[in-house]
C-alpha cells in the first residue's frame, strides 16, 4: 500500500505547507501549523448548464426575508427579529455553557408551527431525550438525527426539508470525501461549507454549534465565520447563573444586540430587566461606586462601575481592570492627574464591571474617573446618579451615542440625577430627572456631591 503524502495546515488561516515551520508562511501566526494528510484533488466546479444567469440589479426584486420568531425573546433580538429562511448561524460559547440547552429549549417553541430537525454529533438520542425531560420541553413534534457523517445528513436534510435544522456541532462532523479527522481545519472547512451551499438552495435554515478555544475564539479556520450569515457568542461565568449572548454579524440584523439569560433547574430563563443584575442593592451610598448606562446595540443598560483606591505597598502600583480596558484605565488616570489635578501615581488602583459584563464602549470613562475619585476620597456619589461620557487626553468630556435613550432608561428606573457630556444635553427636560451637562473632567469632578 503506497504511504499516504502529509502536509502541515495552518488551524488559522487553512493554509498549506510541505514543512514544518514554526511561524505560518502565510498568515505569519506562530505555533498554529498541524501535520494533517494531503487530500486528494476533488473537482467542485458545477457543469456549464448549471452556470446561473447574469441579472441586472435594477430589476431584481428587494423584498423582506420572512423570519421564523424562536419563541425565546432575548434570542430573537439578538438575531433581529427571528432565523430567515435559507440562512446560516454560527452559535459559539465555552463548553457547558447552555449552547444545547437553548437551541434545544428554541426548537420545542419552533415545532408547534413548523418542521425542526435536531442533528446530534455529540450526544447519543438517549442523552438529548433525557435532557428534553429534564427541562419538561414538550418535544413531540421535534426530529433528532444522530450522526456525524457529512453525506448522511445532507441526504436526511434533502429528504425531510426542515425549516430550521441544529448541527451540534460543526466540529464532530465529517465528510468522507476528506482522510482527515472530524475537527480538522479541512473537514470543519468543508462540512461548512457544504451545508451553507445546501441551505442556501433548499431554505433550509441551519444553526451550527461551534466549539471556542481558551482565547474565546472560535475552533477552527477563520473563514468559517465568513462563510455564515450569523455569528453568536454565548457567554458567562460558569460560577455565575447568569448568561449572555451577543451577534458580533448578522447580515439580517443589528450586530452588538445583547440577549441576557438566567440558568435554572428547567433550562434558559429570559432576563427581561438585565439592568437589575449589574447594579449592586447598597443600604447606603458607598465610596467607589459609580452607575453609569451602556448602550448594548439597541438595549440601554444600567452597569455598576466599582473602583477600589489604596495606598500602594510596593514601588509600581497596580491598575487592575474586570471588565474593562486596563490600558484605558492608565490613560484616564494620567488625565485625572493632568486636568483635574487629582494624583494616583502612588495608589493601587482597581476597577470592576459589576455583574461580569464586559464593557468595550468608550462611554464609560467619566463614570470610571468619578468611582475612583470617590474611592480616593472616601466620599460616596449622590444617591440615584448616573454618569456617563467620554474622555479626552485634552480634558474634554465627549458625548456618547443616543444619549437621550440612556436618560431615558435612568429615569424608568427611578434615577434622579446625571451628570452628562455637554454636547448630549437634552432640549427638552425629562421629567423627574436633574441634568448636569459639564465640558471638563474638572467641572464633572465639582459636581459629583
Not at 47 to 74: C, F, H, K, W
Not at 375 to 401: C, D, F, H, T
Request: hydrophobic content about 40%; some cysteine.
Amino acid at each position: 500500500m503506497a504511504k499516504q503524502k502529509t502536509i502541515y495546515s495552518c488551524i488559522e488561516c487553512g493554509g498549506q505547507t510541505l514543512k514544518w515551520q514554526g511561524q505560518c508562511p502565510h498568515c505569519q501566526s506562530w505555533n498554529t501549523l498541524i501535520e494533517t494528510i494531503a487530500e486528494k484533488s476533488v473537482s467542485r466546479f458545477s457543469p456549464v448548464s448549471e452556470v446561473g444567469q447574469v441579472q441586472n440589479l435594477s430589476t431584481i426584486e428587494a423584498r423582506e426575508e420572512p423570519r421564523y420568531p424562536t419563541g425565546v425573546d432575548e434570542l430573537d433580538r439578538v438575531l433581529g427579529g427571528g432565523l430567515v429562511q435559507g440562512g446560516v448561524v454560527l452559535l459559539g460559547g465555552d463548553p457547558g455553557i447552555g449552547k444545547s440547552t437553548l437551541l434545544l429549549q428554541a426548537l420545542a417553541h419552533l415545532s408547534s408551527h413548523r418542521s425542526v430537525l435536531y442533528v446530534s454529533g455529540e450526544e447519543s438520542a438517549h442523552q438529548v431525550a433525557l435532557r428534553a425531560k429534564r427541562l419538561a420541553l414538550n418535544v413531540e413534534t421535534v426530529n433528532l438525527f444522530a450522526e456525524i457523517q457529512l453525506e448522511k445528513i445532507q441526504s436526511v436534510l434533502i429528504e425531510r426539508k426542515p425549516a430550521v435544522a441544529v448541527i451540534d456541532s460543526i466540529q464532530t462532523i465529517y465528510s468522507e470525501v476528506l482522510q482527515s479527522a472530524p475537527g480538522s481545519v479541512a473537514q470543519v472547512r468543508e462540512c461548512a461549507a457544504q451545508l451553507t451551499r445546501l441551505a442556501k438552495a433548499s431554505g433550509i435554515c441551519i444553526i451550527l454549534v461551534g466549539h471556542v478555544t481558551k482565547e474565546g475564539a472560535l475552533a477552527g479556520p477563520r473563514v468559517l465565520e465568513h462563510m455564515v450569515d450569523t455569528v453568536l457568542y454565548f457567554e458567562g461565568d460558569m460560577h455565575s447563573s447568569f448568561r449572555m449572548i451577543r451577534a458580533f454579524k448578522n447580515r439580517f440584523g443589528a450586530v452588538n444586540e445583547l440577549g441576557v439569560f438566567s440558568m435554572s433547574e428547567k433550562g434558559l430563563r429570559e432576563v427581561k430587566n438585565p439592568s437589575a443584575l449589574f447594579l449592586s442593592h447598597h443600604d447606603t451610598q458607598v465610596p467607589g461606586s459609580c452607575i453609569m448606562v451602556t448602550q448594548e446595540g439597541t438595549r440601554p443598560l444600567l452597569v455598576e462601575i466599582q473602583a477600589l483606591v489604596d495606598e500602594a505597598r510596593s514601588p509600581n502600583p497596580r491598575r487592575l481592570c474586570v471588565g474593562l480596558e486596563q490600558n484605558r484605565l492608565a490613560m484616564l488616570l494620567a488625565v485625572l492627574h493632568r486636568h483635574a489635578g487629582i494624583p494616583c501615581f502612588d495608589q493601587d488602583v482597581f476597577v470592576n464591571a459589576v455583574g461580569g459584563v464586559k464593557i468595550t464602549e468608550p462611554g464609560a470613562d467619566l463614570a470610571i474617573l468619578l468611582a475612583v475619585v470617590s474611592s480616593l476620597k472616601n466620599k460616596p456619589l449622590a444617591e440615584k446618579m448616573i454618569v456617563i461620557g467620554e474622555v479626552g487626553l485634552a480634558g474634554e468630556i465627549r458625548p456618547v451615542q443616543r444619549g437621550q435613550e440612556r436618560l431615558k432608561e435612568a429615569a424608568k428606573l427611578g434615577f434622579k440625577q446625571a451628570i452628562i457630556p455637554l454636547a448630549n444635553k437634552p432640549k427638552q427636560a425629562i421629567p423627574g430627572m436633574d441634568i448636569i451637562a459639564v465640558a471638563r473632567i474638572r467641572d464633572a469632578v465639582a459636581h459629583m456631591h
